[in-house]
């Protein structure tokens, strides 16, 4: 076939968008090849909130429903609502009857039922207690009566909420100590019950001898918990304090709600703590043991923490109380809140966000320690005056806390309280983003901001949303750096203004520790080769460490002609290459104990080098980009003699008067980030080593600030590599861009690969191809290639056909002999084609595929000679046929079977014509056919037999006839006549008349009678 090379360009193809749309694809957040904007810590799910100030929040017995109220800078109530365990909320404040204006302080959920809830607090208006309670989750409210009041009086002041499971006839307590104007007192309603009412358990329990006898003897009940198996002991403890009498007493007592009594049990009420000052409380709570039952004095193990002044000193602590024996477990450390699940314990710090733990609270002499200072709820700024009033709460395996005033945050331990990450309702703000980060595998991404007073960093995962994992104090530009190998190592270095020298190191992603290093020097880059090895640049040096930056090696200087070191990357095992800031490159092979410069600047322009290589070895290349206005990218190779110059890629036309502010080469793709102060490019090589094949993508308005020392990170998930910038431009954010097209390239749906297509009957000609495949970028794709080959190998190409495709999820372009104009498919030819995208940037080609064009239908040969049925024919036959049009080889043979299975001829010949050079047999019948084989194989002639000639038998011998005489025989003489008389025979007996005429009468009768019944069967009835 005469070989065809062209280019089709617009309207040279008929194309077919397949399922073609009214109205076009939505953009997808994040769509590929476009800028799309992250999802950070922010309002969506609460993660960020400012102003929350969580004051209280209650868990579930489900492990999944969280509620939590904060309370505004107006002391209005904002209610929230999680289903994940306080991952994300919902604020529901506005829901029918909440009381969103009131000052609301504590909620409960009932311990048997997520729908049941109760909040309390005080009315802003009257400064009197309130209490709301919903059966359904939240979604409505009702108050619970117009005051809380009891016998001796109305509440004037609430301490705690409490609710109990549910008893007979379907009732649940709700419990709120406080005080009266005249004592302690604690009320409950009656929840359930038919004529639900408050009351005060100080007055209404009894009967006498079981009651508090002097109940002036206690100024104020500030705590109050049900017993885990209420609905069978009808138990609760509560925490009363008494100033009255000679010594300040803080003391546990017993409540039956059954019997409406007070310390039926034994030793009751337990003094927990005593002072011989006058003391001021704060707070108080209880925790008991999962398995506390009431009317067994062994279980009865409570935990009480609490937040106390006397004399002039925190006298408040953490006791337990074995049944009525108290103990303490640490003593003057002030606690707000308390949580035990049976072997550990924590405790919540009132004056800040400290978190106590206990792994042996049981014990004697129990060891407490506080959560590690960098991993705590929320931030504690200096010198705040707010009490944190720290609450916690076990579920399940982790630990939920939170904390109020400035900072405040929902946090989750997931080891008993030594570390803490917040999750959600977090007071800051991203005021100032200093770095982000992806891991090389894509699973985790790390965000550094600061809010102009503290700096927190931030991890993201593709499943649960943003965690703050470390808070930092002071505002300095901290930078993020991860290791190649292990994608839980991660450092925090401090790299801002103040030259700072602060390392922070984590080898499990941040999630529960991180150590705390200094660097030999001001950080201005930091790179990792591994979890152990990681180099950090200082000005003009750069320096080593073997154990992840715990200590350093001695500087040493890079070369860079003196200038400072503003980029420093690894390459591998001892491989480093840096980056100066007048336009050089060195790079080190042996781990920074010397350095190799090479000579000259990548231009002469000067300005800070943004620089990476495919590897240092012999032939590999460096790239580089300078951040000097009109600069183009550069490439040295290894290798090069020291007067190489560096060569020109031809980008400049791509970057237009932009500076490079950001490089990365991932698996063969080389990207540089660039801009001119209003606009930003990323520009994209996948033929980088040759030079050329430059693509860019549709520029950002948004400028991105020149983050030192680059603003570009990537990562990479499945065949998607993603970019992401920092803009600073306006509000902090940050950009991605997926580049679904470096690794891969379209996938075709159709015709699948070997396609045979099919030759029309009736024309005589191929039918037309579709070809489709889905649209890699619905929206951003706008222009294809396709090329047809004849080979295998890719190398004899025949078409190009290059044309614009409209947005849409997929692309079809339809190839043959009836498109405008037509592309005839040759019969019998197997064709190979690709696909790649070329707008706006270039892929790799898809897979070869072939199409196999099946062939015409050929004329079948006329058998001629010898013609079928044959006989005698000769031993060596010439076989002849009509020729096939067009034909240009045939196939012949020749057998002595009909099905041609004992081939004794079998030939592939351009003539139309044959005889065998061996003999046949004579005598035997064979077989024949011929067909067309080329160009179009043909179907098979008529078989014809034929039958080899027998050759005639030789002529017979003349016979000769001898005469001989006739011989003489001698005849004996016959011997004389035998005589021999025979008698006559015996005459037969003679057959009597009378018999002969009887046999006739009966035969005669019988004929007779047989005719009268004849007769008879035929007549008429």
């Known amino acids: 076939?005469?070989?065809?090379?062209?280019?089709?360009?617009?309207?040279?193809?008929?194309?077919?968008?397949?399922?073609?749309?009214?109205?076009?694809?939505?953009?997808?957040?994040?769509?590929?090849?476009?800028?799309?904007?992250?999802?950070?810590?922010?309002?969506?799910?609460?993660?960020?909130?400012?102003?929350?100030?969580?004051?209280?929040?209650?868990?579930?017995?489900?492990?999944?429903?969280?509620?939590?109220?904060?309370?505004?800078?107006?002391?209005?109530?904002?209610?929230?609502?999680?289903?994940?365990?306080?991952?994300?909320?919902?604020?529901?404040?506005?829901?029918?009857?909440?009381?969103?204006?009131?000052?609301?302080?504590?909620?409960?959920?009932?311990?048997?039922?997520?729908?049941?809830?109760?909040?309390?607090?005080?009315?802003?208006?009257?400064?009197?207690?309130?209490?709301?309670?919903?059966?359904?989750?939240?979604?409505?409210?009702?108050?619970?009566?117009?005051?809380?009041?009891?016998?001796?009086?109305a509440s004037v002041a609430i301490n705690g909420l409490a609710?109990?499971?549910?008893?007979?006839?379907?009732?649940?307590?709700?419990?709120?100590?406080?005080?009266?104007?005249?004592?302690?007192?604690?009320?409950?309603?009656?929840?359930?019950?038919?004529?639900?009412?408050?009351?005060?358990?100080?007055?209404?329990?009894?009967?006498?001898?079981?009651?508090?006898?002097?109940?002036?003897?206690?100024?104020?009940?500030w705590a109050l918990a049900f017993s885990p198996n209420f609905s069978a002991d009808y138990t609760a403890v509560a925490v009363s304090s008494n100033a009255t009498t000679?010594?300040?007493?803080?003391?546990?007592?017993?409540?039956?709600?059954?019997q409406k009594n007070w310390n039926a049990f034994t030793g009751y009420p337990v003094t927990v703590f005593t002072s011989t000052a006058t003391m001021t409380v704060n707070a108080v709570d209880i925790a008991l043991a999962p398995d506390y039952v009431g009317n067994d004095d062994v279980s009865r193990v409570s935990f009480v923490g609490f937040s106390a002044t006397a004399g002039g000193s925190n006298v408040g602590g953490i006791y337990r109380t074995d049944d009525n024996n108290p103990r303490t477990v640490r003593a003057g450390t002030n606690v707000s809140s308390i949580a035990y699940n049976g072997t550990n314990l924590v405790a919540g710090s009132y004056a800040d966000n400290v978190v106590w733990r206990s792994a042996d609270p049981l014990t004697s002499t129990p060891t407490v320690s506080p959560s590690r200072s960098n991993k705590r709820i929320g931030i504690e700024p200096a010198g705040d005056a707010i009490n944190d009033r720290t609450v916690v709460a076990y579920n399940g395996d982790e630990v939920l806390g939170a904390k109020r005033g400035v900072q405040s945050a929902f946090s989750v331990s997931m080891d008993d309280g030594l570390s803490w990450n917040d999750v959600s309702l977090i007071d800051t703000a991203l005021t100032n983003i200093t770095d982000f980060l992806v891991v090389t595998d894509g699973s985790k991404k790390y965000l550094a901001t600061n809010d102009g007073t503290h700096t927190s960093i931030f991890r993201g995962n593709p499943g649960p949303p943003w965690q703050r994992v470390l808070t930092l104090p002071g505002a300095d530009g901290y930078i993020l750096r991860g290791s190649p190998d292990d994608m839980n190592a991660i450092w925090v270095a401090d790299s801002g203004a103040t030259a700072g020298t602060a390392i922070y190191y984590a080898t499990d992603a941040g999630q529960n520790r991180w150590y705390s290093y200094v660097a030999g020097g001001a950080i201005t880059d930091l790179a990792a080769e591994s979890k152990d090895v990681v180099y950090i640049a200082t000005t003009t040096k750069v320096m080593k460490s073997s154990n992840a930056g715990f200590t350093w090696g001695p500087p040493v200087t890079p070369e860079l002609a003196g200038n400072a070191v503003m980029t420093v990357i690894s390459l591998g095992s001892n491989k480093l290459i840096a980056g100066g800031a007048a336009g050089f490159v060195s790079y080190s092979l042996d781990g920074n104990a010397t350095w190799v410069k090479i000579p000259k600047p990548i231009v002469g322009t000067a300005g800070n080098v943004q620089v990476i290589a495919d590897g240092l070895d012999t032939g590999n290349f460096i790239y580089a980009a300078s951040s000097a206005n009109g600069t183009s990218v550069y490439r040295w190779t290894v290798g090069d003699p020291p007067s190489a110059d560096w060569k020109d890629l031809g980008a400049s036309g791509s970057t237009g008067t932009s500076g490079a502010v950001g490089i990365d080469y991932v698996k063969g793709a080389l990207y540089i980030a660039t801009t001119n102060g209003n606009t930003t490019y990323l520009i994209r090589s996948l033929n980088a080593n040759a030079g050329g094949g430059w693509r860019w993508n549709n520029p950002s308005t948004s400028a991105f600030a020149t983050l030192t020392p680059s603003v570009l990170k990537s990562g990479t998930a499945g065949n998607d590599i993603t970019l992401y910038f920092v803009d600073t431009t306006g509000t902090d954010s940050v950009k991605s861009y997926i580049d679904n097209l470096a690794l891969i390239g379209p996938s075709p749906a159709t015709p699948p690969d070997k396609f045979q297509?099919?030759?029309?009957?009736?024309?005589?000609?191929?039918?037309?191809?579709?070809?489709?495949?889905?649209?890699?970028?619905?929206?951003?794709?706008?222009?294809?290639?396709?090329?047809?080959?004849?080979?295998?190998?890719?190398r004899n190409k025949l078409v190009t056909l290059a044309s614009p495709f409209s947005p849409g999820p997929s692309a079809s372009l339809l190839l043959g002999p009836f498109t405008n104009p037509a592309f005839e498919w040759t019969p019998g030819t197997t064709y190979y084609w690709r696909v790649r995208v070329t707008t706006p940037v270039l892929s790799q080609w898809s897979a070869l595929r072939s199409i196999t064009v099946q062939p015409g239908q050929a004329m079948v040969p006329i058998i001629g000679s010898p013609a079928n049925g044959s006989m005698s024919v000769s031993p060596k036959?010439?076989?002849?046929?009509?020729?096939?049009?067009?034909?240009?080889?045939?196939?012949?043979?020749?057998?002595?079977?009909?099905?041609?299975?004992?081939?004794?001829?079998?030939?592939?010949?351009?003539?139309?014509?044959?005889?065998?050079?061996?003999?046949?047999?004579?005598?035997?019948?064979?077989?024949?056919?011929?067909?067309?084989?080329?160009?179009?194989?043909?179907?098979?002639?008529?078989?014809?037999?034929?039958?080899?000639?027998?050759?005639?038998?030789?002529?017979?011998?003349p016979v000769v006839v001898t005469q001989v005489p006739a011989p003489v025989i001698t005849m004996p003489a016959p011997p004389p006549a035998t005589t021999i008389t025979i008698p006559p025979p015996e005459q037969p007996a003679q057959i009597a008349p009378a018999y002969i005429w009887a046999i006739i009468i009966i035969g005669a009768i019988l004929v007779i009678a047989v005719i009268v019944l004849i007769v008879r069967t035929r007549r008429t009835v």
């Open 1 to 153: 076939m005469k070989k065809i090379t062209k280019i089709w360009r617009v309207g040279l193809v008929v194309m077919v968008l397949a399922g073609l749309l009214a109205i076009a694809a939505p953009v997808s957040a994040a769509d590929p090849l476009q800028f799309n904007t992250e999802v950070l810590p922010g309002v969506p799910n609460a993660t960020l909130v400012a102003g929350s100030d969580v004051y209280d929040f209650a868990v579930s017995s489900d492990g999944k429903t969280v509620l939590a109220v904060g309370m505004t800078a107006t002391n209005n109530s904002t209610l929230w609502k999680s289903l994940d365990a306080g991952r994300t909320w919902v604020d529901i404040s506005a829901n029918q009857g909440y009381p969103a204006t009131q000052g609301i302080q504590y909620i409960a959920i009932a311990p048997d039922s997520a729908s049941i809830v109760v909040v309390a607090g005080t009315n802003n208006v009257t400064g009197l207690p309130i209490c709301y309670a919903s059966t359904n989750g939240g979604s409505n409210w009702t108050q619970l009566g117009t005051t809380v009041t009891g016998g001796g009086g």
């Open 163 to 221: 609710i109990s499971s549910s008893v007979p006839p379907g009732v649940r307590y709700v419990a709120l100590p406080g005080k009266t104007a005249a004592y302690g007192a604690v009320f409950y309603f009656n929840l359930g019950a038919a004529s639900p009412v408050w009351a005060d358990a100080v007055l209404d329990f009894g009967p006498p001898g079981t009651d508090l006898v002097s109940p002036q003897n206690y100024d104020e009940f």
């Open 246 to 258: 000679p010594a300040s007493l803080l003391q546990l007592h017993n409540l039956g709600f059954n």
């Open 757 to 794: 297509d099919p030759m029309n009957p009736v024309t005589g000609r191929a039918q037309d191809i579709t070809f489709n495949w889905p649209n890699p970028s619905p929206v951003n794709v706008t222009y294809y290639e396709i090329d047809l080959y004849s080979d295998a190998a890719a």
């Open 877 to 957: 036959p010439a076989f002849s046929w009509s020729p096939v049009s067009g034909a240009t080889k045939y196939a012949f043979q020749l057998a002595s079977d009909a099905q041609f299975v004992a081939l004794i001829t079998d030939a592939t010949l351009a003539t139309t014509g044959i005889q065998p050079a061996s003999p046949l047999e004579a005598g035997k019948t064979y077989f024949w056919r011929v067909r067309s084989l080329e160009p179009v194989l043909g179907e098979w002639s008529a078989i014809a037999n034929f039958t080899v000639a027998t050759p005639a038998p030789p002529a017979a011998p």
